[in-house]
């Protein structure tokens, strides 16, 4: 069939649907001669390989039940765990009816979304925020209203104006999307005293609070912000977590935690959506985690993304132009660095052509900006290549500005 | 929050939703006490356990490989193995941008849907057809068309006019759905010729073709008809397969096949759904495959299910009454029983009542229709309760008779 016929099969959104940014640049990270500051994935040679194998036993064991059909709530043992393992984050243990397990946290937010947006409808996420997000939301149909982060996370003293402008426009928001801790790409993290504004702005104006939460056990300094699920009394937030980036990505699995009016309906649309996540998968994982690996193996994981975070700062103030502007992130994964006067996108092909990928900051911004800006991960390079990324990243900037 | 508060944020799908009838009904396999011939679950003792489990090793020897983000098209093993292995049927090895690995048939249906569909837009479906396609395809905005089925499957007769008196209407049809094979529930096989003219068809009026073959190797006997695909000149059909009834329905893998432009569009879409099938699950397959187990456990459980058909087959014969109206399917999970005068959904209250499930008709009619009607699967109840379940279906239906 012609490219005509299948425009008129396609979907609105399908038809104009452009690939993830992030995922098509994933492709570079598999050419060895370039050092990937790109993607935000975890570094392989921290996975606890042979534990998280041991667990295999659990497959010859109990493989009559984890092998057929599981129920679309998740794995009893698994959730049995996270109620008790995330009572301290989410201020006690939460019910059976709050927590469903999802097949990564991506596809808690696809849920989310199909569960409040109609196509047109608004939400408010952070600038500059998660790619992957605005992927998902968009395709599910969203608009955007953003609001600015500073060094404290989003600027709630500005969120009153973007609310209220948008509702005079007839624009319905939704819910409001934070990413609170160490902040992909911005590495801020969201004070108290703004989750507990952002809590009341969002019950002021009946919206809802999406509070994302990646990367929020992977804190290498200072202590713990309290999370705003615990906060709120009057069940208007929705709270997602991963073992995504404390354990695997492989292995596709996540929990969303809130109100069981939404989680009962996220169920039902997940049972159109793949039924379950992999029984398997979660089965694994829980054989992981009941055998105490993930209490071992986090201060471990910190510990070694900690120096990487160093190592990654002390390249950075070698080799980067004095014009570079970016702060040392207390967690996560990122580094964001912003270079007046700088054009991302072309210094990211430079980039290529001296050996080293990062992703460049318009990606991150909903409606725009972000092209003096990029963002990098120090998790996945290898600690020799940490120096030698920024050098090449050094010439590249100059090799741009024709130094 | 209130629920009128809630109701103000669903979106207009989720605030109407209902759960799967299928996936409530699971609960009832729970309870030791009902011989379950509802969902249709793979029989758990025929699970290939220790060959699965063997294939764990690949988690210790492939970890850091395995446990990272992978491809949103799929485990590269995986996609090689299925493309030889499906060669047969699909009249060819399939290209990669032809393929896709879903996180079980149910995704790929939703990423299919999502791809074509906009809200209010039409789809085909058969009456009966599967209760799980109907609520993804309404999660996803579809209305339906039906088109009766007779023992050969699809009445291909009456399509044209179903088609031409929904587009004089200014209905958009996208796509014709059809379960190919010992559909489920009726049981029947669209015939070749039948298969030939639903192609034609689709042709003449600019529609897809979804043809779903989760059953198609599990056939007991008599020849297998050629896929649809492999008769498809135009680039018009997608094809969808899994490993739920044939392996393992908990690994949640299945596979579709299709023109690329579509398959691009799905591949973009499941970015945003959960970036990726988990590889672990992928991984455990891929080895179970490669290491020869599917060829060799497959005529295992043919040999299995087809005794189970044949007991199921003798025991309604022995205690059903003899207005009762069902044909011995050819492959398959499913019987599908008529009891003229009958109300399933009383008959089902009936049913467990007296110890025994079955899913009662108007699950399976996306308009309406069906009263009459049941679908019992044999695959799941152990042998010795084939003949019980069938002695408390007939004690049930005489109680509600009155007799």
Redesign the interface.
Known sequence: ?S?A??D???????RE????PI?EL?RYISNPEIISFA?G??D??I?P??E??AG?IV??RN??????????EGYTPLRKFLSKWMAPRMGRETEPNELLIT??S??GM?LLC??????G?AVIVEDPTYP?AI??M???GAQFLTVPCDADGMRTDLLPEVIETAQNDGKKI??IYSIVNFQNPSGATLTTARRKELLDIASKY?L?IFEDDPYGHLRYEGGHEPTIFSMDQ???VVYACSF?KI???????AWIVG?P??IR?M???K???????????QA?VASYCDDGYMDEFLPRIISHYAKKRDAMAAAFARHLPSDAQFSVPKGGFFFWVKLPGIDAKELFMKGIEHGVAFVNGPAFFANGGGTDCFRTCFTFAQPSDLDEGARRLAEAIADQRGE
Chains 1, 2 share one sequence.
């Not at 008129?8 to 399908?14: T, V």
């Not at 049972?271 to 998968?281: E, Y």
Request: hydrophobic share 40%; with cysteine; proline share 7%.
């Open positions: 069939m490219q016929k299948w008129e099969l396609f979907s609105d959104s399908a649907m452009k690939p993830s995922r994933l993607g994935n975890p392989p040679f996975f390989v042979s998280f194998a295999a497959l010859g493989g009559m039940e984890i092998l057929q059909y599981g129920a679309t097949s990564g991506q596809q696809d199909a569960a409040l947006l109609n196509p409808d992957g992927h998902t968009r395709n599910r939704k819910f009946g809802l009057e069940g208007r995504s354990l695997a990505p492989g292995v596709r699995v109100p009016n939404i309906k169920v039902m649309i049972q159109g959506a793949d039924m379950c996540t992999s029984v398997i998968s694994l």
